[in-house]
Structures are given as C-alpha cells and as structure tokens.
C-alpha cells in the first residue's frame, strides 16, 4: 500500500519531466530516423562493450553493487538526519544553504543569488538537475546569460536542441552536423572550421577559454554530498567542470535531497561503481571536491540548493522509492533496447531511458507521465547493469499498477483495456469458461491463409502491422489431452 | 517421477503441439506426466501491463491447481518466471499473506523445462534427433529473471544430428515484450527486424527458444517476410527421435 504524505510533485509549466507526446508517439518518429539509430547503435555497443571489459576486472563488483545499494537504502531511510547534518557542516565551513522545495522555488533561490553578485552571465558545470529545473531558461528571464561549458551540453546549447542521453546529451548528432551549429551560433568562429573532432574540440576550447576566464559565477549540480563534512562532489571528464569550480568567485551547486551520502568511506564505493558503469574506465579523468569556503583559493562565495521537485513524493512509495538510489551513471540506457532504438527524446525528460520510466511518472506523478513505465519490453537488461542494484522491472510493474489504479478511480467509465483484462480475467477465473473461449478462438482458422493469420482488428492490428499470427489449431492442447486420456489429469489409479 | 504440467494458456490454444512434445519427452525419459485440467493462465499478461486486482484470482487458481503436486513443469521461462517472482508480490498487495506463503510454496516446486531436466532429473542427454541448423534464442525472462544460463544449450548440444549455430547478439530482447508488442508496435517491431536480422545471418533453417511468446513474435516477422526460416519450440526439438520423423 502506499502512503500518502502530501508530498506535492514536481510542478507543470516549468522544467523538462514532462514530454509533449506520449513515448510510442514520440518513439515512432525517433525509429524513423536513421541517422539517429545509426548513432545510437553505435555509441551504445562501443560503451557496452567497454563496460563489460572494466566491470569483469573486479572480482568484487557484486559485493560493491550490494554496498552502493545498502548505502542509499540507509541514506534514504534516515535522509532528514543526513541532510541536517550537511546543511550544519556545510554552514559551519562558510557555506549557505537553501532548501528548494521545487523547480520555481530553486530558479527563484538562483536568480536572487546571481543578481546579488550583479553578473550577466554565468558558467555552468554540467548538470541534469539544472536542466530538470529549466534554470537556463528562468535565468534567461531574468536577462542573465547562461553557458553550458560541457563539450556536449554545449553542442545541445548552441543548437537549441534538447539532451538525449544523460552521460552524453549530444549522442544524436554527428559530426558534420556539429560543424553547422558551430559555423552557425559560435562568434568568431573560423569559417574554415573542419568537421574533424580535434577542429571542433579546438573551436569549442578557445570559445570557452572566454568566458572560463571572466565567469565570475559558476553554477554546478553535484554527483555526491558528503553530510559529515560537508563536503561536495563533481565527477567529470573534460576539465571544464573543475574550471567553472574553482575561477569564478561565486559557486551555486543545486542538488537533488537524494544525493546525500553519509561520510568519506561511502564515498570510497561510489568512485568505483559511478566511472565503471558510466564511461566504462576504471576512474574518471576529473573528480573535484570542495568543501565550503577556503580563504584566498577557489570561490569564496559558495551556496548549496537542496532540492526537493517531487523526490519526497517518491520517497512516500516504499517500493518506488529505490529509483532515488540513482547515481546517474547511463548504464541502463546503454544496455536498453528500446533506448537504443528510440532515443533519448522520445522520452520527454531529462532522464530517459529505463531509469527514466521510473524516475520521471514519481517526480511528476504517474498521470503526467503515464506511457513511461510502458515503454519497456521488461528484459530486465537494466536491472542486471544498475550498479546500485535498482530493480526497474519490477519497478515499471509497479508504475503500471499504480497507473491503472489511479486511473480506475479518476474516470467513471473504464476504458476499453480495462474492460478487456477485466473479462480475460473472469473467463481464466474459471477452466470452463476458459475451455469455451479456447473453443471460440478456433473461430479465427476462418481468418487464415496457408495457415497464417495476416491481419486482425484494433488493438491487435498493431501486431499484425509487421507480424503474421499463426492460425488456431484443430485442437486445443486440453482436448487432445482428453481425447487421449479422458476427464482426468492422468494420474495413474 | 510424476510431474505435473503447467501447459500455459499460450500453449494451450496456439501452440499445442508444445505441450504434446513435453509430455512424449518426458514419458520418454521414463516419467508420468499429469494435466491437471482445471489450470487456466498464469496472470502474466495481467501483471505486467498493471492489472494486478485482475491476476489475482489467476494467481489463486494456479496455486489452488497445483499445491498438491510434488513438482511441476512449464514450457515456458516467462510464464515460469511469473510464477516464481510476480504471484507472491501479487496476493501481498492485495494483503492476502496466506495465499502469498502457499504461492511461494508451489513457486519453489514450479521449473521451466530445461532447468526440470538438467537440475531436477539431472540429465542433458535426452537422447533426441534432429537434423537441422538450428540457433538458439535465450529468451530474456530465462536468461535474466530464471538464470537458465547454458542449460538449453547444453541440453541441445547433446541432439544426435543437430547443427547448432551461435546467434549473434543472442541475449539481446526479440522486442515482444507482452502487452508492450501492441501498445508500443513501431519500437516493438523495430527490435524485431534486428532480431530476424541476426537469426538470418547464421543460415538456421529453424530458431528455437524456451518461450512459446517470443518465437510467436520472432515467427510472424520471419513469416511475414517468407524468410525461410521457421521457430520450434525447444520441447519439439528435444521430444524428436529418430522413430518419431
């Protein structure tokens, strides 16, 4: 059962958790784009693979699996004690604290904290939350320029295009394609510009090395926050987070409740669980931690933004609430089949993918959201690479109960799905009624040819669009049981 | 041994000539197979797409069936898999704990048929004939939510006759999914036309699977498209014999 606390969830009209199609709507125009699946294909075997690689060098990544998982079990189960101990550490090192308890109330908190510093523009760090949130856009409002400096959220940016994987948020476009955006949105770019990742990665150093250098506020998420002392954590490849981190002299991390660890020795677990199943390497190039304020190096204005956005309503629900125990790292969009044909987009949120499915219809509610926890075949390849050991399908299972649950009690007539496994279940309630309809069935060997069945009526036509069904036999297996051994089940005796 | 069949409702009305080859297998292999004739589904369908009040009383019966016998077999790794994982969590949200306990009792007897046969009755040889190329499609709920592993395959190598081709991208998801092939057809089929693209690469003239489900889906894409390629049941090709053909 689950308990109602009043949690309220993430806000409507601000942020991206919602999509404007439902997924096989979306996902039916992303197919249709080969370019797209090429890509997909592509980047997600290579990753797979490497992966695979550095995850079988450990002979105790199970027992690391278990420990990642039983820390968020512990964290989440005590997460008002641990957050209060990360507020008091991180106020007593000269931090401030600010608790969000949605998206318009941590864009408020932002844009009250960069308009105090008088800037114009801010850098920012890599960071879903932030994109969750829709803090470009609410800074934008405000007339405050906001530069993703993240090599991919760059290319996103300046294409005004929206992340389609979380790990790498430009997995849909090519090379030639990043080449036009760069001539296009980038100033002072060299119209010579070549399509060669060294050029591009050339073009988009010097144009960040601008405004790395007269940032005066960087604005960053945080992979891990480390309550006994206070201490934040970004982990990143490229360099450029770690620049935003420590030039600028204000630092504004907002972050998820839900990404607070207790102490250093946890941490020790999730710096070998997050590079493995993330970027498949043994460790990431970058890892910076800060801990409020040092006098003289770094920013010395630091904020911290605890955000709430519906996780608190995820929380409620004791078997949902193990999709909190995401550290973000893409292994399941990787490993995901439909993912990989479908892409990121097609989800409608920032998390896409299989943890998105779960992570998303709690946040928003499950009305908001409701073809998500669909969108899974249930292969429970995602559940076999989660490195926090996040049962998903079990998970989508649940969603999916909670959705027709949900909608029974909204709606006064019951849709037609409903009234369909409604009467499937009364007739294999009962084996006579269910011998019957076996019988019936055998109706449609009027439908085949050559003993295939090649169309059939709504909703099946959706099979039968690109799959032949067999004809029905003669004889049901039951009947050929009974014509061999009676009314028995054909015990001896 | 007397064993007790869990045909499924798939099996039953589609495909009843699965059900035939497991029962002329195992009576083979020197047991008595019993059908106990009140069994109607397993409530999969139900579950999975979120009608769990609707599995319930389907739950009940499978365990009203079969609490009795001393073990039990199904052709089938998702419909064994929903008896071992989803009857339980199914009769506790609705908080019938007794039917829970009784459920994971009969889960505990219930086993898909390649783990009955090299497990329980501890044999791999079951002295089949079959001389086709055939690959092998490890169905996602016996690969992943049974942990078969290499059971069918060791149970296959064994064949007197058989051509066994490795599939590429084997443990990828053939995209059938349930309710999921329906409600999400374009991205369903699209897993399909990559599945069928491995399966006709290795020049099997059959593509067998433990899931009567999966190679309905594998089977109407590669018929749709007059492959030349066909999909058999891994009962059918264990129950045939040199005297059967």
Not at chain 1, 105 to 119: C, H, K, M, S, Y
Not at chain 1, 249 to 265: A, F, H, N, Q
Not at chain 1, 460 to 480: C, G, I, K, N
């Given at each position: 059962m689950i308990t109602f606390l009043g949690m309220p969830y993430a806000p409507r009209g601000v942020g991206h958790l919602r999509g404007e199609q439902p997924f096989p709507v979306a996902a039916r125009a992303a197919l249709a784009d080969t370019q797209l699946r090429r890509n997909l294909g592509k980047a997600t075997r290579t990753i797979r693979a490497k992966r695979a690689a550095v995850v079988a060098e450990l002979p105790d990544w199970e027992e690391l699996r278990a420990a990642g998982q039983a820390i968020k079990q512990h964290t989440l189960a005590r997460l008002d004690h641990y957050l209060e101990q990360l507020e008091?550490?991180?106020?007593?090192?000269?931090?401030?604290?600010?608790?969000?308890?949605?998206?318009?109330?941590?864009?408020?908190?932002?844009?009250?904290?960069?308009?105090?510093?008088?800037?114009a523009e801010v850098v920012k760090v890599k960071s879903i939350v932030t994109d969750e949130i829709g803090l470009n856009e609410a800074l934008a409002d405000a007339g405050i320029a906001a530069h993703e400096t993240d090599l991919a959220e760059l290319i996103v940016q300046l294409g005004h295009d929206r992340p389609s994987h979380i790990l790498v948020p430009a997995i849909h476009r090519n090379r030639a394609e990043i080449r036009e955006i760069f001539l296009r949105e980038m100033p002072g770019v060299d119209p010579g510009l070549s399509d060669t990742p060294a050029a591009l990665t050339e073009a988009a150093r010097l144009y960040l090395r601008r405004r790395f250098l007269s940032a005066r506020v960087g604005i960053s998420g945080a992979n891990f926050a480390i309550a006994e002392t206070g201490t934040l954590c970004v982990v990143e490849s490229e360099g450029n987070g770690r620049m935003c981190?420590?030039?600028?002299?204000?630092?504004?991390?907002?972050?998820?409740?839900?990404?607070?660890?207790?102490?250093?020795?946890?941490?020790?677990?999730f710096l070998q669980l997050l590079p493995r199943s993330s970027t498949g390497e043994r460790m990431n190039p970058y890892t910076s931690m800060w801990t409020g304020v040092t006098p003289g190096d770094g920013p010395q204005r630091v904020h911290l933004v605890l955000l709430d956005n519906g996780r608190t309503a995820a929380l409620a629900d004791p078997a949902g609430r193990q999709a909190l125990h995401c550290i973000r790292c893409s292994a399941c969009l990787n490993v995901c089949p439909v993912y990989e044909r479908a892409g990121g987009h097609a989800y409608g949120s920032v998390y896409p993918g299989p943890i998105g499915a779960v992570l998303s219809p709690q946040l928003t509610g499950v009305e908001d959201n409701a073809s998500l926890p669909y969108a899974s075949s249930l292969c429970g390849a995602c559940y076999d690479a989660c490195p926090v050991r996040i049962d998903i399908p079990s998970l989508l299972v649940h969603l999916r109960a909670r959705h027709v649950e949900e909608a029974a009690r909204a709606r006064r007539v019951p849709t037609a799905e409903a009234v369909a496994m409604a009467a499937a279940s009364w007739v294999m309630a009962s084996p006579a009624r269910y011998a019957a309809a076996l019988r019936t069935g055998r109706a449609g060997r009027a439908l085949h040819r050559g003993g295939r069945i090649r169309r059939l009526p709504p909703?099946?036509?959706?099979?039968?669009?690109?799959?032949?069904?067999?004809?029905?036999?003669?004889?049901?297996?039951?009947?050929?049981?009974r014509h061999e051994h009676g009314d028995g089940d054909g015990t001896a005796g | 041994m007397r064993i007790a069949l869990f045909v499924t409702c798939l099996a039953d009305g589609l495909f009843p000539q699965v059900g035939q080859a497991t029962v002329r297998l195992l009576e083979r292999l020197g047991h008595e197979v019993t059908f106990p004739q009140a069994q109607t589904c397993c409530g999969q369908m139900h579950t999975n797409t979120g009608y769990l009040r609707e599995a319930l009383p389907l739950v009940r019966r499978y365990v009203d069936v079969f609490e009795d016998c001393e073990l039990v077999v199904v052709p089938s790794g998702s419909c064994t898999g929903s008896v071992r994982h989803q009857h339980a969590m199914v009769a506790r949200r609705f908080g019938d704990e007794a039917l829970a306990r009784r459920a994971e009792a009969v889960a505990a007897r219930t086993f898909?048929?390649?783990?009955?046969?090299?497990d329980v009755l501890g044999v791999e040889d079951v002295g089949a004939y079959y001389p086709h190329r055939v690959t092998y499609h490890p169905t996602c709920h016996s690969l992943r939510l049974l942990r078969a592993g290499d059971r069918p395959l060791r149970l296959l190598r064994n064949v007197a006759g058989i051509d066994l081709v490795e599939?590429?991208?084997?443990?990828?998801?053939?995209?059938?999914?349930?309710?999921?092939?329906?409600?999400?057809?374009?991205?369903?089929?699209?897993?399909?036309?990559?599945?069928?693209?491995?399966?006709?690469?290795?020049?099997?003239?059959?593509?067998?699977?433990?899931?009567?489900?999966?190679?309905?889906?594998?089977?109407?894409?590669?018929?749709?498209?007059?492959a030349g390629t066909a999909t058999i049941h891994l009962a059918e090709i264990l129950a045939s014999t040199q005297d059967s053909r």
């Open positions: 008091q550490q991180v106020t007593a090192r000269g931090g401030t604290v600010h608790w969000a308890r949605d998206a318009n109330e941590a864009n408020r908190i932002v844009t009250r904290l960069v308009r105090g510093t008088g800037a981190l420590t030039l600028p002299d204000t630092l504004i991390t907002v972050m998820g409740i839900e990404k607070v660890i207790p102490s250093w020795r946890d941490l020790e677990v909703p099946l036509s959706a099979w039968t669009a690109a799959r032949d069904v067999p004809a029905p036999p003669a004889q049901t297996f039951r009947e050929w049981w | 898909e048929l390649s783990e009955l046969l090299v599939l590429p991208d084997a443990e990828v998801c053939c995209g059938f999914g349930g309710t999921f092939a329906i409600k999400n057809g374009a991205v369903s089929t699209a897993m399909l036309a990559d599945k069928m693209r491995s399966v006709l690469a290795t020049g099997a003239e059959v593509c067998t699977a433990g899931d009567s489900s999966c190679l309905m889906h594998i089977g109407g894409g590669l018929s749709r498209l007059n």
